[in-house]
C-alpha cells in the first residue's frame, strides 16, 4: 500500500516518504477529497434517483399482490413521490444547486417514499402479508447507507429518521410482542451493519482516492523529471544556450520544412576569433566568462529577430535563422558581429590591432540544388567562415556558390587529397634558386603537384588552401618533408632543398619530432633542408608555434620567411622569429617596372638588409630583372628566368653548372 494509504488508516499525519514527494497537508487532503467526492455525487445523483424511483414505482405490483386494499394510497403515494423527487432534482440541476441540495432531494425521496409506502401499507386489513411486506422497509434503509453516495453522517441520519419511524409505526400496530422484538431487531442489526459497511466503504474510498492522489504525484514527478532531464540533456551548460544535438534536430525540422513547403533559413556558424589566445592568456575562468558574455548578447539578439541560437562546439555557436531573404541573412550576420565587437571584451593578446573581442561569422542560405543534404549547409555555412576567418576576421561571410574556394570543385578535392598519396596523385618538382653573386643554383624549392585520377593537373593555388582548411596539409607537409629528404639523400650535388610549409602544420603537435624522424630515416643532416613560411591566412603566431620553429631550428633546419609583403603580419613576425632567408613576394619586382615600384623595392631590401642574413628575390622573369638584383646587392633569385619547377631527374647535374637555365629539362 502506498505512504499516503498507510497514514490514511493512523491519522492521516504525512508520513516523511509523502513529504518528499511534495505531498499536501492532511486537511488538504481532506478538502481535495470532499471535492472529488462532491463532484463524483453530482454526476451520479441523477441516474441514481431515476434508478431508484423506477424500482420503487415497479413495487407498485408488489402492492396489488400483497396489500390491494391499500394499494391505490400506496400506487398514488408511489407516483407522487417518484414524480416530486424526480422533477425537484431536475430543477436543482438546471439552477446549479449544490450538491448537498441534490443529496437531501435524494434522502428526502427515500425518506418520503418509504412513508408513502409504509403508513397505507400498515393500515391494510390483510395483518398477515403486511407482517411480511414490512420486512422490504430495510431495502429503504440499505438504499441510504449503500445505494446512494451519501457523506456518511447523511446516510446515518437517513437510516435513523427511517428506523425511527419503523419504531412508531411498530409500535403502534397490532401484533404480537414477539413479533414486535424480531422486527425491531432485525431493523436494528439491518441499521448496524449497513451503516458499518458505508463507513467501511467510505474509508475504502479516501484510501483509493490517496493512492491516485500518491499515483498522480508520482507520475507528475516523473515526467517533470523526464523533461527536466530532457532539457538538461539539450543545454550547453555554460552558456544555457541549447546544445549540439539540440541544434541538430532543429536543424533537421528546418530542413524539413524547407523541402515540404520551401520555407527558406540561414544558418551562421559564428567563432570568436583569437580565442585559444584569449583563454591562454587570461585563464579558462575568463574563457568561461568571454564565452557566456558573448552568449548572452547574441541570444538576446536573436530572440528580438525570432531566431534561434546554439553552441556549437568550443567557441563556436550556430544561429538557425528561417529568413526568406538573402539580404535579411548578410543584415543578421552584421548585427551579430556589431553586437559582440559593442560588448567590449578586452583581449589585447590579438595581433590584428584590434584590442576587444570579436566573432567571425560564415553564413549559409538555402539554395536550390540537386541531390542536396541536410550536411551540405552546415558545410557551406563552415567553408564561408573559413574565408571569413582569412579575410582577417571579426567580419561576416556569406557562401557563394560560384567562389572558387567554396565551390563543389573544393569539395571534390578535398575528397581527392584524402587519397592524393596512396593513389600517387601528389608529387613534387623543384625550382632552382640561383646565387647572384657566384651565378650558381644553391638551393632547389620543392613545389607539389596534383593531379586529378584522370591526370588533370591541379593548381597549388586551388588545392593549397582546401588542404590547409581540411587538415590534410598535415599528412601532405610530412610526405613532402620525407620525399625531400630522400632526394637530398639519392643526390649528394643538391646542396639545400626547400619545403613549402604552412603554419597549420607547425601548430599541429609532433610536427618538428616528425621532421626530425624524417632526417634521421634518410641519413640527412638538418642544415641541408630549409622551411618557407608564408604570411597566409593562419598568420596567428602561437607560443607553440614559435616553440616548434625554435625547435626545427635545433635540428639545423633553416627558416625562410615566404611572400614577404602579401600579409598582414610580415613585420611582427620578425620581430618574433630569426629568419635565415626572407624571399620578397614576385609582385613587388613585377612593380619595379614603374619608378614608384622600383622604389618601393629598394625600401623593402633595404628594411630587410638589416633585419635578415639573407634576402631571396622571387619571380625573376627577365634579364633586366637580374640587373636589378645585382645592382641592389640581393642575395638570392628565383624565377622562370632561372629555371622554371621541374621533376628532380631533369635538375640532375644543376648544381654542377653556373647557368641552370639550359640544362633544365621540361618545366612544369
Ligand atoms: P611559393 O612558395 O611562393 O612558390 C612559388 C610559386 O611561384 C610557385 O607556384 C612557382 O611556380 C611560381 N613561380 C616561380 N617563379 C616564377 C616566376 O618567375 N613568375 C611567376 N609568375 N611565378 C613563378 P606554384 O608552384 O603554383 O605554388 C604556389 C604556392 O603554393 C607556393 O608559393 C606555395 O605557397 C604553395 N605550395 C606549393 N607547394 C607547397 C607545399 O608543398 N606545401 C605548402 N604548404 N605550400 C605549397
Ligand atoms: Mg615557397
Ligand atoms: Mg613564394
Known amino acids: 500500500m502506498s505512504d499516503y494509504a498507510l497514514s490514511a488508516l493512523g491519522d492521516l499525519a504525512p508520513v516523511e516518504s509523502v513529504a518528499t514527494h511534495d505531498a499536501p497537508e492532511p486537511a488538504e487532503l481532506r478538502r481535495l477529497f470532499h471535492e472529488e467526492s462532491l463532484a463524483a455525487r453530482r454526476v451520479a445523483a441523477r441516474p441514481g434517483l431515476y434508478i431508484a424511483v423506477v424500482v420503487y414505482l415497479l413495487f407498485a405490483f408488489a402492492d396489488l399482490l400483497l396489500v390491494p386494499d391499500v394499494a391505490f394510497y400506496t400506487i398514488s403515494a408511489r ?52 407482517s411480511y411486506y414490512m420486512v422490504f422497509g430495510t431495502i429503504f434503509m440499505m438504499s441510504a447507507n449503500l445505494f446512494f453516495t451519501f457523506q456518511f453522517r447523511f446516510s446515518v441520519v437517513t437510516s435513523i429518521i427511517i428506523l425511527s419511524i419503523l419504531y412508531a409505526v411498530n409500535y403502534f400496530m397490532p401484533s404480537t410482542v414477539t413479533y414486535k422484538l424480531v422486527f425491531g431487531a432485525f431493523y436494528i442489526s439491518c441499521f448496524v451493519f449497513t451503516s458499518y459497511i458505508n463507513w467501511k466503504l467510505n474509508r475504502e474510498r479516501y484510501n483509493v482516492f490517496l493512492n491516485a492522489v500518491d499515483a498522480r504525484s508520482q507520475h507528475r514527478e516523473a515526467t517533470e523529471r523526464g523533461k527536466a532531464l530532457l532539457k538538461l540533456s539539450r543545454t550547453d551548460p555554460l552558456t544555457g544556450l541549447e546544445n549540439r544535438r539540440a541544434v541538430d ?87 551579430i558581429r556589431q553586437t559582440v565587437e559593442a560588448l567590449e571584451i578586452t583581449h589585447n593578446e590579438r595581433r590584428d590591432g584590434t584590442q576587444v573581442v570579436t566573432v567571425s561569422i560564415g553564413a549559409a ?42 565551390s563543389d570543385e573544393s569539395e571534390n578535392i578535398a575528397a581527392l587529397l584524402k587519397i592524393a598519396i596512396d593513389r600517387e596523385l601528389v608529387s613534387l618538382v623543384f625550382q632552382p634558386i640561383l646565387n647572384v653573386r657566384s651565378d650558381k643554383v644553391e638551393a632547389l624549392e620543392a613545389l607539389m603537384r596534383l593531379t586529378m585520377l584522370d591526370g588533370t593537373a591541379v593548381p597549388p593555388s586551388l588545392f593549397i588552401p582546401v588542404a590547409e582548411r581540411t587538415g590534410t596539409i598535415i599528412e601532405l607537409g610530412r610526405w613532402a618533408i620525407k620525399t625531400a629528404c630522400h632526394e ?97 613576394d614576385r609582385s613587388f619586382l613585377h612593380d619595379c617596372v614603374s619608378p614608384r615600384g622600383r622604389a618601393m623595392f629598394r625600401d623593402i631590401v633595404g628594411l630587410l638588409r638589416n633585419r635578415v642574413p639573407k634576402i631571396l628575390a622571387e619571380g625573376v622573369e627577365s634579364e633586366e630583372q637580374m640587373d636589378l638584383l645585382r645592382k641592389l646587392e640581393i642575395d638570392l633569385a628565383q624565377g622562370f628566368h632561372i629555371g622554371r619547377p621541374a621533376r628532380a631527374e631533369n635538375l640532375r647535374s644543376i648544381f654542377r653548372t653556373s647557368r641552370p637555365r639550359k640544362v633544365l629539362g621540361n618545366p612544369i
Open 249 to 335: 534536430e532543429r536543424l533537421r525540422d528546418l530542413w524539413t520544412a524547407w523541402q515540404l513547403q520551401g520555407s527558406t533559413f540561414a544558418v551562421l556558424l559564428i567563432d570568436v576569433d583569437f580565442f585559444k589566445r584569449f583563454n591562454d592568456h587570461y585563464g579558462h575562468q575568463e574563457g568561461d566568462r568571454c564565452l557566456t558574455l558573448v552568449a548572452d548578447s547574441v541570444r538576446r539578439l536573436a530572440e528580438l529577430r525570432g531566431v534561434s541560437i546554439g553552441r556549437y562546439g568550443g567557441e563556436e555557436f550556430i544561429v538557425l535563422a528561417p529568413l526568406a531573404r538573402l539580404e535579411s541573412v548578410i543584415g543578421l550576420a552584421e548585427e
Open 365 to 406: 542560405f538555402t539554395r536550390d540544388q540537386a541531390g542536396t543534404k541536410l550536411e551540405k549547409i552546415i558545410q557551406e555555412a563552415d567553408r564561408a567562415l573559413y574565408l571569413a576567418k582569412a579575410n582577417g576576421r571579426n567580419c561576416a561571410h556569406l557562401f557563394d556558390p560560384k567562389d572558387p574556394q567554396s
Open 79 to 130: 407516483l407522487a413521490v417518484g414524480v416530486t423527487a424526480l422533477v425537484t432534482l431536475e430543477t436543482l440541476l438546471r439552477f446549479g444547486a449544490r450538491t448537498e441540495w441534490l443529496d437531501a432531494t435524494c434522502a428526502g425521496a427515500i425518506i418520503l417514499g418509504y412513508i408513502g409506502w409504509l403508513f397505507p401499507t400498515a393500515t391494510s386489513s390483510n395483518q398477515e402479508s403486511v
Open 488 to 584: 637530398l639523400a639519392t643526390n649528394e650535388n643538391i646542396r639545400t632543398i626547400s619545403v613549402n610549409v604552412s603554419p597549420v602544420q607547425l601548430k599541429a603537435p609532433g610536427f618538428a619530432a616528425s621532421v626530425a624522424a624524417a632526417l634521421g630515416e634518410a641519413g640527412i643532416a638538418g642544415n641541408r633542408m630549409a622551411f618557407e613560411i608564408t604570411e597566409g591566412l593562419e598568420m596567428e603566431m602561437h607560443s607553440d608555434v614559435l616553440r616548434c620553429i625554435s625547435d626545427l631550428k635545433l635540428l639545423g633546419i633553416r627558416i625562410w620567411l615566404d611572400d614577404f609583403g602579401t600579409g598582414f603580419a610580415g613585420l611582427s613576425w620578425l620581430r618574433l622569429i630569426d629568419f635565415d632567408m626572407v624571399k620578397i
